[in-house]
T-cell receptor
Framework: GAVVSQHPSWVICKSGTSVKIECRSL??????MFWYRQFPKQSLMLMAT?????????EQGVEKDKFLINHASLTLSTLTVTSAHPEDSSFYIC???????????????FGPGTRLTVT | KQEVTQIPAALSVPEGENLVLNCSFT??????LQWFRQDPGKGLTSLLL?????REQTSGRLNASLDKSSGRSTLYIAASQPGDSATYLC????????????FGSGTRLLVRP
């Protein structure tokens, strides 16, 4: 099946610093990438949707200036958490979608997640 | 509000039992419904995807059903094994062009040896 990778798998940063998380589709071109956030024992909440070469669409309540998303190519999207605070500590998961896979059903493939801890 | 609810939140069963996980959604305008497995600290593994025109999908010991009229989906796991222990999430794709998935809060399953 299609593979989506994330880097790093975990990161610890100090409050006030910025951290970048990468999401890559390894064996397919992802026309759309999604970023989710998951707090402990809670479900995934969609943060934003990004299409290659265009600005991301953020969900209500997600600060676009704090969570910068860059979908620079069909295989790479990055999420930068700027001026991170302890409340940003969470599990961030990306997913990538392609119409060319799964018979055009637009199935989404999920990355393994990145655990962010802000101290 | 497009809510997805999963019951129970947690479940502990002895090995070998057949079990049913429930997922309900408030909006019947559904494009598809998907069941995922998430191991602790890991990403999601897609288990089954049911299109709105389908009633069920099967893969090995797993069977998922979809009843749009009642807003419910069930995941049936036959002959459970300790390796089935994980959190199971259902997610519905809204019937629009955004391809968004709305997730339930999950059922944490423990299968005891």
């Amino acid at each position: 099946g299609a593979v989506v990778s994330q880097h790093p798998s975990w990161v610890i940063c100090k409050s006030g610093t910025s951290v970048k998380i990468e999401c890559r589709s390894l064996d397919f071109q992802a026309t759309t990438m999604f970023w989710y956030r998951q707090f402990p024992k809670q479900s995934l909440m969609l943060m934003a949707t990004s299409n290659e070469g265009s600005k991301a669409t953020y969900e209500q309540g997600v600060e676009k200036d704090k969570f910068l998303i860059n979908h620079a190519s069909l295989t790479l999207s990055t999420l930068t958490v700027t001026s991170a605070h302890p409340e940003d500590s969470s599990f961030y998961i990306c997913s990538a979608s392609s119409e060319r896979l799964a018979g055009g059903l637009r199935v989404k493939y999920f990355g393994p997640g990145t655990r962010l801890t802000v101290t | 509000k497009q809510e997805v609810t999963q019951i129970p939140a947690a479940l502990s069963v002895p090995e070998g039992e057949n079990l049913v996980l429930n997922c309900s959604f408030t909006d019947s305008a559904i494009y598809n419904l998907q069941w995922f497995r998430q191991d602790p600290g890991k990403g999601l593994t897609s288990l089954l995807l049911i299109q709105s025109s389908q009633r069920e999908q099967t893969s090995g010991r797993l069977n998922a059903s979809l009843d749009k009229s009642s807003g419910r989906s069930t995941l049936y796991i036959a002959a459970s094994q300790p390796g089935d222990s994980a959190t199971y999430l259902c997610a519905r794709r809204v019937e629009d062009s955004s391809y968004k998935l709305i997730f339930g809060s999950g059922t944490r399953l423990l299968v005891r040896p």
